[in-house]
């Protein structure tokens, strides 16, 4: 079993950049597919991007496309989401998640009961 811990979130104008990390507890993190999801206030919690076990397979929503960019370091246990051009309705809790078997799991959050606390991310205008 491996224990995610989200950090790196922060209150940023519009148009700046942020960088999350999500850093793992657990010799088999670098086994897992893992995912970035958020959830604005009276929101249901969405997708935001994924990286396979190798960083050979990446995901990403279409509202972040072109702006986010998900990367990991195995070495380190982390994965990063860098968050580019950052509008307000980026603002949200920002969770991450794992999956052993693959990226295209990580698109349904609805599939995981276990999150831990998140990072905030809020974008003013």
């Known amino acids: 079993q491996v224990q995610l811990v989200e950090s790196g979130g922060g209150l940023v104008q519009v148009g700046g950049s942020l960088r999350l990390s999500c850093t793992a507890s657990?010799?088999?993190?670098?086994?897992?597919?893992v995912g970035w999801f958020r959830q604005a206030p009276g929101k249901e919690r969405e997708f935001v991007a994924a990286?396979?076990?190798?960083?050979?397979?990446?995901l990403y929503a279409d509202p972040v496309k072109g702006r986010f960019t998900i990367s990991r370091d195995n070495a380190r246990n982390t994965v990063h989401l860098q968050m580019n051009s950052l509008k307000p309705e980026d603002t949200a809790v920002y969770y991450c998640?794992?999956?052993?078997?693959?990226?295209?799991?990580?698109?349904?959050?609805?599939?995981?009961?276990?999150w831990g606390q998140g990072t905030q991310v809020t974008v003013s205008s």
């Open positions: 998640n794992g999956d052993l078997q693959g990226t295209w799991r990580l698109k349904t959050p609805t599939r995981y009961d276990d």
């Open positions: 657990g010799r088999t993190f670098s086994s897992y597919a």
């Open positions: 990286i396979s076990w190798d960083g050979g397979s990446i």
